[in-house]
């Protein structure tokens, strides 16, 4: 084990593959999504009315921590070229006579507008406006209801708002995309840094031994040295796993209601699972080119389809058949069972049962070398 170690410290590449990179592209990660909320998103406004009310309701918009008023625009013309060259991300119309139409019991329609493409940004945009008018209504249904009864005040309030709805977010309660974000992006980085390491691992025993292909030198390794050679990097993978989640959890605090030990034992299967996808496609391309090409390709896009940002049962077949040969997607749903609803080891087994799977290869492989 001594030769694979002093073999391992002697690469400085394969030590930034497997360590030093995913280390600083987390931290990069981190610090994109370190804002952890939405806030002061721009937005123009058309105001056609140029009303009492219709200021009222820009300030509303404005006074929202979501939104930000960024200019009062003439037309819809020029609002909608400002959406298109990115200047906002979407623009409200009030429409002319909105406040003579209010004041007649007439419903006057306020319409916005906001870039779908961006689906998080959009979503955002979209609740802070139904928020905001439905904040609108019942203020001018209050004033409404004072100004034509002799109610009182909690009256009047109650008469607007009959009904008060209370909705609490579990497991996220500030909405913190950060949270939402890097503890998703996080283990997909890990699973990359594992099978390409083990990859570039493997071509480096390969030129150290003298040999001309991955899998002569596999072949012609006992399963005693494969198991050292793998024992060295399901360290390098466990104490670099074990960095990223005391971040998440540790530095940042993120909650997490579930038991050490059992959270360990799942990045052990998950590490093992890496290794043995690492050796097969190294030992199946038998070229250090495409072994490298084929990993970058199976697990780069693996975060879309982890099933955090989109539910896996919306997914088509072919989504739902990549989300479920991609070791993170098995391990995200199992650290999500553990950290955020405290599941037990005994509750988060089919998950474990799923990792397993992975390890098949490896031991097939194992299975044909001398002993």
């Excluded at 699973?191 to 040999?211: D, T």
């Amino acid at each position: 084990m001594k030769m694979f170690w002093r073999s391992y410290c002697s690469n400085p590449w394969l030590i930034a593959v497997t360590f030093a990179l995913p280390l600083v592209l987390s931290l990069i990660i981190w610090w994109v999504f370190s804002a952890s909320v939405v806030r002061e998103l721009p937005i123009d406004v058309v105001d056609l009315d140029q009303s009492s009310l219709s200021r009222m309701i820009i300030r509303d918009y404005d006074a929202t921590p979501t939104l930000a008023v960024r200019f009062i625009q003439p037309n819809n013309e020029i609002a909608n070229q400002a959406l298109k060259r990115g200047d906002n991300y979407g623009y409200i119309v009030i429409p002319s006579y909105f406040e003579r139409d209010v004041l007649l019991g007439k419903s006057p329609q306020v319409s916005g507008f906001y870039n779908g493409q961006f689906i998080l940004i959009a979503k955002q945009i979209n609740s802070a406006l139904m928020q905001t008018d439905m904040t609108t209504q019942a203020k001018l249904s209050t004033v409404k209801a004072l100004s034509t009864k002799e109610t009182a005040w909690t009256q009047a309030i109650n008469s607007a708002v009959p009904i008060n709805v209370q909705i609490t977010p579990l497991f996220n309660l500030g909405s913190n995309y950060n949270q939402f974000l890097v503890s998703a992006v996080l283990p997909a980085i890990w699973q990359m840094a594992i099978i390409v390491g083990m990859i570039w691992a493997m071509k480096n025993e390969m030129v150290r031994s003298n040999n001309h292909d991955l899998r002569t030198w596999f072949d012609s390794q006992s399963i005693k040295q494969i198991l050292q050679f793998i024992s060295v990097y399901f360290v390098v993978a466990m104490v670099l796993g074990c960095l990223l989640f005391y971040f998440l959890y540790g530095i940042l605090r993120f909650p997490f209601d579930g038991q050490i030990s059992s959270f360990l034992l799942t990045m052990s299967v998950m590490v093992l699972a890496c290794i043995s996808l690492g050796c097969a496609i190294g030992y199946a391309t038998n070229d250090i080119v495409r072994a490298m090409s084929i990993s970058g390709a199976y697990t780069a896009p693996s975060f879309a389809f982890l099933g955090v940002t989109f539910p896996v049962s919306d997914m088509n077949g072919l989504a739902t058949f990549w989300h479920s040969i991609l070791p993170a997607s098995h391990f995200v749903r199992s650290q999500i069972e553990q950290a955020n609803y405290g599941y037990t080891f005994i509750q988060t087994t089919p998950n474990l049962g799923a990792l397993l799977l992975f390890t098949l290869p490896l031991l097939l492989l194992m299975a044909r070398l001398r002993k």
